[in-house]
């Protein structure tokens, strides 16, 4: 087959350098954050970790007889046990979190099913920690809770950029937890976001979805996907004026 | 039945797509990015996160799209001044591809944006025109027939294209 002479002319005329094929840091640095909820195993890369820590959870709920009312301490228990921690004192997903901090951050209602909770901690080491609550009781990303970020206490994406620049940093930093409800998809996003001024509101471009903004950076929102092939939500994030003050789609200035 | 690939685990995939990135470091490099392996380390990142979406059989084009859409909002932020709104679709101006022959460039740069990216995915991203089509989201025989105009108008802008003129470009 021959090549036309535009692209052999074009081809010739390239003298940009050949691009290192790998980087073997970004990888890592990269798979050390929470992947895809929909593979259950990127974000159960410890995943026999995980079980035994989330049985170990169970059990001491079962043998304390853990009620509805101990949730904070629920919270607490799994934030303390951090299933999304990598296990090396030192490292950076090594957070540990705050229990004082610990709190029913912000609330979702997903039609037809109940409410999910986003439950919120900071850590001594200026990381965060996050869970998701789904109305049946599992937190989202544990045994029993389905697909989802794996709970516990994760470095800001300004600590990660410091180790090598990974992110654009928008303002936005969240995690996703899926949740089928009469076989209709629902994403719930849950985190944290900072604006150039305190944030009252998030709103989802894509859906036109929009929800509360707690202490001025804590937020949950549940989108419908029609289509889980797409990414399709854009977030942005406004004042008590309704001036856009984060924008996912734009670095923060 | 499953095919090999869907058995993979999730970071086995990943290290399928993460073979592209210097693909994409180069396709963010030609579109003139002031920071091509941020914008590849950030679309890394993103098709991490999307992984269930990235087809492993060539994943370039989605990766792509995905450093396209980075690309936009970084010469949106870094170009504010000289950005124009055209059919709900926002063109920004940017320097040209790095690493061109002068005379080669200048003759790419004539070109109309759509034109010159039909031409710029094929041959220097080295895309089949099936690929280079989902890149840009129309179909495999509309982008035959640019690329096909591509070729022409490209070949034709060389012969009069002598004295290297502006170096910027509208990222299609």
């Given at each position: 087959m021959t090549v036309h002479p535009a692209i052999?002319?074009?081809?010739?005329?390239?003298?940009?350098?050949?691009?290192?094929p790998t980087d073997e840091r970004l990888f890592t640095?990269?798979?050390?954050?929470p992947g895809d909820p929909r593979l259950g195993s990127?974000?159960?890369?410890?995943g026999r970790r995980r079980v035994a820590v989330a049985m170990a959870v169970g059990?001491?709920?079962?043998?304390?007889?853990?009620?509805?009312?101990?949730?904070?301490?629920?919270?607490?228990?799994?934030?303390?046990?951090?299933?999304?921690?990598?296990?090396?004192?030192?490292s950076l997903w090594h957070q540990s979190v705050i229990a004082s901090s610990v709190n029913r951050a912000a609330t979702v209602r997903i039609p037809g099913s109940g409410t999910a909770v986003f439950w919120y901690a900071k850590t001594r080491q200026g990381g965060w920690c996050a869970a998701l609550r789904l109305p049946s009781g599992h937190w989202s990303g544990m045994p029993g809770g389905g697909s989802g970020t794996v709970p516990g206490c994760f470095p800001t994406r300004t600590q990660?950029?410091?180790?090598?620049?990974?992110?654009?940093?928008?303002?936005?930093?969240?995690?996703e937890g899926l949740l089928t409800v009469k076989g209709h998809l629902w994403r719930i996003y849950y985190g944290v976001v900072d604006g150039k001024q305190p944030v009252v509101r998030v709103i989802d471009r894509e859906s036109g979805r929009s929800a509360p903004v707690k202490d001025g950076h804590l937020f949950a929102i549940a989108i419908p996907d029609a289509d889980p092939t797409t990414d399709s939500v854009r977030f942005v994030a406004l004042d008590n004026h309704g001036t856009v003050v984060a924008d996912e789609a734009h670095p923060l200035n | 039945m499953r095919s090999p690939r869907e058995s993979l685990s999730a970071e086995q995939r990943f290290r399928v797509v993460f073979a592209s990135l210097g693909a994409v470091v180069a396709y963010a490099r030609r579109r003139g990015s002031s920071d091509p392996e941020a914008i590849a380390a950030e679309t890394m990142m993103i098709a991490w996160r999307r992984l269930a979406d990235v087809p492993l059989d060539d994943p370039r084009p989605w990766l792509f799209v995905t450093a396209r859409n980075l690309l936009h909002a970084e010469h949106r932020k870094r170009s504010r001044a000289t950005a124009v709104l055209s059919d709900d679709r926002v063109k920004v101006v940017s320097t040209g591809p790095a690493g061109i022959e002068p005379r080669v460039l200048n003759a790419l740069i004539s070109l109309p944006p759509h034109d010159r990216e039909a031409l710029m995915l094929v041959a220097l991203d080295d895309l089949t025109p099936a690929m280079a089509a989902r890149v840009l989201g129309i179909n495999a025989n509309a982008f035959r027939v640019r690329l096909f105009r591509a070729r022409r108008r490209f070949l034709a802008a060389l012969d009069e294209v002598d004295v290297p003129r502006s170096t910027e470009m509208e990222i299609a």
């Open positions: 052999t002319r074009l081809r010739a005329a390239d003298r940009s350098p050949q691009e290192s640095r990269i798979v050390a954050t990127t974000h159960n890369r410890r059990v001491a709920l079962i043998g304390t007889g853990a009620a509805w009312a101990a949730v904070t301490s629920d919270a607490t228990h799994l934030f303390l046990s951090n299933p999304q921690d990598s296990g090396k004192p030192g990660i950029n410091g180790l090598g620049k990974v992110y654009v940093i928008t303002g936005f930093d969240y995690e | -």
